[in-house]
């Protein structure tokens, strides 16, 4: 079974920046690929990034230039850094681990970009 806690959320001003870190225990492979996605109020969740290993990643049209995915070699916990940030990249933010086809969830951080 496989455990997913975020971490790394908050307040901040737009223009900001935040981190957020999501640490998995149990047994993961790092050919399946991690992400992050994000929900806003009243809307669907949907994709942020994500990556497999470090050189394959993939980003939201949204997030481009400003969102960095990050995933440690032993592919058990992955990083979002968050640059020039928007009011409306509020949201909820998932970590997220498919493995297989069987997608697994953390509970979410909540990121308020406000002045």
């Known amino acids: 079974q496989v455990q997913l806690e975020e971490s790394g959320g908050g307040w901040v001003q737009p223009g900001g920046s935040l981190r957020l870190s999501c640490r998995a225990s149990g047994t993961l492979y790092s050919i399946n690929p991690m992400g992050w996605y994000r929900q806003a109020p009243g809307k669907e969740r949907e994709l942020v990034a994500t990556?497999?290993?470090?050189?394959?990643?993939n980003y939201a049209d949204s997030v481009k230039d400003r969102f960095t995915i990050s995933r440690d070699y032993a592919g058990k916990s992955v990083d979002l850094q968050m640059n020039s940030l928007k009011p409306e990249d509020t949201a909820v933010y998932y970590c997220n681990y498919d493995q297989l086809g069987t997608d697994y969830w953390g509970k979410g951080t909540l990121v308020t970009v406000s002045a």
């Open positions: 990556i497999t290993t470090s050189t394959n990643t």
